[in-house]
């Protein structure tokens, strides 16, 4: 229902609606709240009043969390995976639905069917011969080995997501271009990322999104500290027979603000990507 047909609605059906959405507002914003104020209380009153607001706020969490579980050195490393793998899917998804979808070869079609299979292949279905590769090529405890995986993984979505966008794009526009002697490479560089940047935004936060919270790479391809991201440096603070309940929250908090940051910016343009990409289609 959108805003012209909730005005016109009876009344009842807007008091109904507008309830809906306050539940669900309720419901999706208070965990982060919750996770926000808890991680201002020791563990003692965590345990014994979980879901009350803190007596005494204090930030004594965030400067253990941050000096005792190495987190600076993990952020960091969240940072250069996401950076480098978003920049990354984002060129090369580009450039692919500009080929498949401008070049018209017979293959198109094919290369179009296996990018589709592609999103279908989830990461624990090829964990252990994606570990026994990497082992093999020496990529192991390796930037490298943990940038590559996410790139992999992330291209078959960003690809199909720029095929419908770019399918919208006229012909006879890139093709004038050609004429006048724009080489491929030009055409790409000048013409279609610029027309791309709605839904190159849009890739480029989903993207962002995904290797962000990614956790099973890191895991399971490096066993050195100072290559641990962010979500598995997290879970020290949870072990066997003891969870520091307010280090783990102080140190979720520091995992999400970034997501929420980057989101906040950008949302509008995820909204317009989106929406412009249906039309297209």
Known sequence: MNAMNLKRAPLNWRLAAYLLFLIFAVLTLFPLLWLGYSSLKPHAEIMLHPLMPPSNPSFNNYIKAWSTG???????????????????TLF???????????????????FTGAFAMGMMITVHAVIIPLFLIERAAGLINSRLGIILPYIAFDLPMSIMIAISYMKGIPDALLESAEIDGAQYWYVFWKMIIPLCAPVAATMTILSFLRHWNEFLFVLVFTTKTSLKSLPVAITQFAGRLNIEYGLQYASLVIGILPMIIFYCVFHNQVIKGFGEGALKE
């Open 70 to 88: 190495g987190l600076g050195g993990a952020l960091l490393n969240s940072f250069v995976y996401t950076i480098t793998a978003t920049i990354s």
């Open 92 to 110: 090369l998804a580009l450039a692919a639905a500009y080929a498949i979808t401008k070049f018209h070869f017979k293959s198109a079609a094919f």
